[in-house]
């Protein structure tokens, strides 16, 4: 097989798993999973000191 004619089947194949990797990212059934993990950074929330608390007696 020519070099020109494996370049040619791999930019194909490439393209093809571009195409689907955009149609997977974009997909409404990913939309909930992707704004969930956008918010994860929100969700962190300051640690009270009853938690403090709990979580160094749980090490103990």
Request: charged letters at 35%; a negative charge.
């Amino acid at each position: 097989m020519e070099f020109a004619t494996v370049h040619s089947v791999l930019t194909v194949i490439l393209f093809v798993g571009f195409v689907a990797f955009v149609i997977w990212a974009y997909s409404k059934k990913r939309k909930k999973d992707f704004d969930e993990a956008a918010n994860l950074v929100f969700d962190d929330e300051p640690e009270s000191k009853e938690q403090k608390i709990k979580r160094e007696s749980d090490h103990e």
